[in-house]
């Protein structure tokens, strides 16, 4: 527990008034000598273990680094069909990276070189998409910037990564069925020394996957359009690719739970009965300032980072909300995400509060930002429509940017039904909704868009210049048109 040492070295740091308080709280009660020996001696060391193996049942392996170099990250990831019981019972050829589901996590420092060593196994020709890292366009994984990576062959990906946060990777052709089928992994980049400790880590990635009652995988295409138009969610709901894994915790204890969304059209809302959650961070890293929440939405392809300090009480089971995307009066029972075991053991103390600031966070300085609108929209029948952007539902909208220079998009979605908005290769900040600025400043790249709110986003463009794609990341919602370009030209 690496972050223990860190809060030991704060506690240190933040000088005995704090803890000369503490220490006289407990000495009413118990101890009276202890304010004896003056201030510093009588501190009590933080106790902040986590209970024995609190997640092993869940806890994702990192990618092996093949570079001995300290700031370069060397990963081999190879795509393959591969058997794994994901429903107790029985076998499911699932589509993987590194023979596992989800695939191994990579993880690196801000500022690092990451170089994947890529090599395609599948039956088909694949690519690799690193969503929400500010990388070359060359690097982005999708068809309008790179050449599919056939069966067999490989590719190698090299970029730096500029910015600390939860992200995630995953194949950007035929992305719905190629997701929906195993293919994604998470991708961490911590900062290069990080000030505060925020909890002990817990990577979360949610996800789904249909298997049929046989254990074959469901087809990529079920239900056809109806499939298309409504998103494909899985039989099967995942978390770090098992049904209903078991985290364990201590009151006092604190956990950074750091939440993807990985699913090809599920919205995940969750909550903890019991205990309080703080948001602290979003797609692109640690937010302003932290958030407390009652509960969590996040979209596909979305992320956040959650601080949960347990207090005493029960073990829960951790439902899964209905985030109704459809906006339907009736909301659907919940189901059940995960298990939180509160262990019966003397609470842990010590945990130093969350710093009132995590993170500077500049605005964006919009003086004559050129604007732009962005409308999802569908056409057609009831029963066929199809999906599209500015009235083009053929993936052929391509709006164009000048590099380093800030655009304000406005979202705005004219269909029944949510919609996810994603950006490749620049974040965002949300400028407001309906006119109403967002509590807290953040980065984003994907953010949800629903029937008739006005969203207004800045986005602040580097000099990468090349083709990005922007699209709803209900992937099947991107396949049947919701999906259009941005030509970023020097
Ligand atoms: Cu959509």
Redesign the pocket.
């Known amino acids: 527990m690496r972050w223990i040492g860190r809060a030991l070295s704060r506690a240190g740091r933040k000088g005995c008034v704090s803890w000369a308080r503490r220490a006289a709280e407990i000495a009413v009660f118990l101890l009276p000598v202890i304010l004896l020996g003056g201030c510093g001696d009588e501190e009590e060391p933080p106790d902040l273990r986590q209970p024995a193996g609190w997640d092993d049942a869940l806890r994702l392996p990192d990618a092996e680094d093949h570079d001995p170099a300290p700031d370069v990250v060397e990963v081999h990831l190879e795509a393959r069909v591969v058997a794994l019981e994901v429903v107790p019972g029985l076998m499911t050829e699932v589509w993987t990276y590194n023979g596992m589901l989800p695939g191994p996590t990579i993880r690196a420092r801000r500022g690092d070189r990451v170089v994947v060593k890529f090599e395609n196994h599948l039956p088909e020709a694949t690519t690799v998409h690193w969503h929400g890292l500010r990388v070359p366009a060359a690097m982005d994984g999708t068809e309008h910037m790179q050449k599919p990576i056939e069966p067999g062959e490989g590719f190698e990906y090299s970029f730096i990564v500029p910015d600390a946060g939860t992200f995630w990777y995953h194949p950007h052709l035929r992305s719905s069925a190629q997701v929906g089928a195993g293919l994604y992994g998470a991708f961490v980049v911590e900062e290069a020394a990080e000030e505060a400790p925020l909890g002990d880590e817990l990577l979360l990635v949610m996800s789904d996957i249909d298997i049929e009652e046989d254990g074959s995988l469901g087809p990529s295409d079920s239900s056809g359009w109806f499939g298309d138009y409504f998103?494909r969610e899985g039989s099967t709901v995942l978390v770090n690719g098992k049904i209903l894994p078991t985290v364990a915790a201590r009151a006092g204890v604190p956990q950074r739970w750091r939440v993807v969304n990985a699913a090809r059209a599920r919205y995940f809302r969750f909550a903890v009965p019991g205990q309080p959650l703080v948001q602290i961070g979003g797609d692109g890293g640690l937010l302003e300032s932290p958030l407390p929440v009652d509960d969590v939405t996040l979209v596909p392809g979305e992320r956040a980072e959650l601080y949960m300090l347990p207090v005493e009480g029960e073990s829960v089971v951790i439902p899964r909300l209905d985030a109704n995307r459809f906006h339907l009066p009736k909301v659907e029972e919940p189901g059940d995400l995960m298990r939180l075991e509160l262990v019966d053991e003397p609470p842990g103390h010590g945990a130093p509060p969350l710093p009132a600031r995590l993170a500077e966070i500049a605005s964006i300085d919009t003086a004559g930002a050129r604007g732009q609108p962005v409308e999802?929209m569908e056409q057609g029948d009831p029963g066929g429509a199809v999906?599209g952007i500015n009235g083009q539902t053929d993936g052929s909208l391509t709006l164009s940017a000048q590099t380093n220079t800030v655009e304000i998009w406005t979202l705005t979605n004219a269909?029944n039904?949510?919609?996810?908005f994603h950006l490749h290769g620049f974040s965002f900040q949300v400028l407001d909704i309906d006119g109403v600025a967002p509590p807290v400043r953040a980065w984003h790249d994907t953010i949800n868009t629903v029937p008739g709110e006005t969203l207004r986003i800045a986005i602040p463009f580097d000099d990468r210049a090349g083709m990005w794609m922007f699209h709803?990341?209900?992937l099947?919602?991107?396949d049947l048109g919701?999906m259009a370009m941005l030509h970023l030209m020097p």
């Open positions: 998103g999802f999906l269909t039904y949510d919609h996810p709803c990341h209900i099947d919602h991107a919701m």
